[in-house]
């Protein structure tokens, strides 16, 4: 059965001395009826990577009828961690706006009543953003999403707490909302146990073995498969090297996460979620700002998006694709920002800290919060090098082998439908959102 696969693993990690640690992989198959997976709802799917991505992926496939086993290494500086995240049924792409529409109804099948807060969402523009606006409106007359032009008078009238330049339009969205990303995932793990899903954890993979399909794990586990899903994040290369498969042009960055207290030294209900929209600025310092969670960390979340260096680091699994120019990347990402002014008055070989350029904007803008955050983490995003979309598909190299990462900071919200359709291309699946084909990972092989 399941459980005592997981049971095996438990006791190997407890004591590589016993003798069942010396369990050998026909053992171990055996317990999982390996000799049958004939038939499909047979197969073992194994998903490397236990964040949204992951989670959600063996959720869609447990609630199947599949046999599905994820492992995760437990460390907690990754992709998935903190505490909220923006959900915002408005995007500059057609498939991303069916892709958001997809992920909705899944998050409800969730539970999303309980982890799902609704804020609206107000994306602020200028004259440099103008084109992002005309995308934004094109997509949510597509799918025939509501929303309401704003001048700048009525964007101080909806936010009194904001104070926006001279010029600055807006677009409101009632389809805004702040999740709490830690229940979210906690949610859908329970829906994935239910299901049948299995999790070890706090366990790194050290080889992946194609031809006899099995991974071997740092406690000695042993574990069979038949489809592959690694949803890994700043990790994806590492573990396609371990695989002995192509790497991928993608580069982890860290990014700079800040919350700030009100100036009369309160948490931020001010400012919380039920007294004000979400905040994203398209252009200028390319900032996003979530209301304040009640009962969750003290003060209201606002940093920038997409400008953290990058993140090279062998040792702890954060792999570069070979012959990337780690100077010039961020260099040519900094001329990108430069041309939206997100590193205004600085030389293009100098890049301001993103804390500085989050508290200047809180003080010309939030007037109410103390510029000074209160409390600030790192987190990492992966992103394509050509910043093309994700890599949503099965590797170029094996078929059995399925990529779903490097979402650039964009996943979150999307992961339950981004899971779905991983679980969909291990198992052979036909999609439920078209034009995701386009994220097909052969096209970042090195």
Not at 182 to 194: H, S
Request: charged residues 20%; proline residues 5%; contains cysteine.
């Amino acid at each position: 059965s399941y459980s005592f696969c997981t049971l095996l693993h438990t006791i190997k990690k407890m004591s590589k001395r016993l003798l069942l640690s010396g369990v050998t992989v026909i053992g171990v198959a055996s317990c999982w009826g390996y000799s049958t997976y004939r038939m499909k709802k047979s197969e073992v799917v194994v998903v490397v990577g236990g964040g949204a991505m992951g989670t959600a992926a063996a959720w869609s496939l447990s609630k199947r009828g599949y046999r599905c086993l994820l492992v995760d290494d437990g460390n907690p500086f990754k992709s998935s961690w903190g505490e909220s995240r923006l959900v915002r049924d408005t995007q500059t792409d057609p498939t991303l706006q069916l892709l958001i529409g997809r992920a909705l109804a899944l998050w409800k099948e969730a539970g999303s009543d309980e982890f799902l807060h609704q804020t609206s969402v107000v994306t602020l523009l200028d004259d440099k953003s103008k084109s992002d606006g005309d995308a934004i409106r094109t997509c949510s007359d597509l799918v025939g999403t509501a929303y309401k032009n704003l001048s700048t008078n009525e964007i101080k009238e909806m936010i009194p707490q904001l104070r926006v330049p001279k010029g600055t339009t807006g677009i409101h969205h009632e389809g805004g909302w702040v999740i709490d990303a830690r229940l979210a995932i906690q949610r859908m793990r329970e829906a994935a146990e239910t299901g049948g899903a299995e999790f070890i954890e706090n366990d790194k993979v050290t080889a992946i073995n194609r031809n006899n399909k099995t991974i071997q794990l740092e406690s000695g586990t042993t574990i069979p498969f038949d489809k592959l899903i690694l949803c890994c994040g700043p990790k994806t290369n590492d573990i396609l090297q371990r695989a002995n498969l192509s790497l991928m042009n993608i580069v982890p960055t860290a990014e700079q996460q800040n919350y700030f207290l009100e100036k009369d030294g309160g948490s931020g209900n001010g400012h919380a979620v039920g007294n004000m929209p979400s905040v994203i600025t398209m252009s200028g310092n390319q900032i996003y700002m979530l209301p304040h969670l009640k009962d969750g960390v003290a003060g209201v979340k606002i940093s920038q998006h997409q400008i953290g260096p990058v993140v090279s680091n062998p040792e702890e699994g954060y792999l570069l694709p070979p012959g990337l120019d780690v100077e010039k990347y961020n260099s040519d990402m900094r001329i990108k920002f430069a041309e939206k002014g997100i590193v205004d008055g600085l030389p293009l070989g100098q890049a301001e800290p993103s804390t500085s350029v989050v508290r200047r904007w809180v003080a010309d803008s939030l007037p109410g919060l103390n510029p000074n955050p209160h409390y600030t983490y790192r987190c990492l995003y992966t992103s394509s090098v050509k910043g093309d979309g994700p890599l949503l598909g099965k590797h170029p190299d094996d078929p059995n082998v399925v990529i779903c990462a490097a979402f650039a900071g964009e996943g979150f919200k999307f992961s339950p439908a981004y899971g779905e359709a991983a679980a969909n291309y291990a198992i052979g699946e036909d999609q439920v959102v078209d034009g995701i084909q386009r994220f097909d990972p052969a096209r970042l092989a090195v």
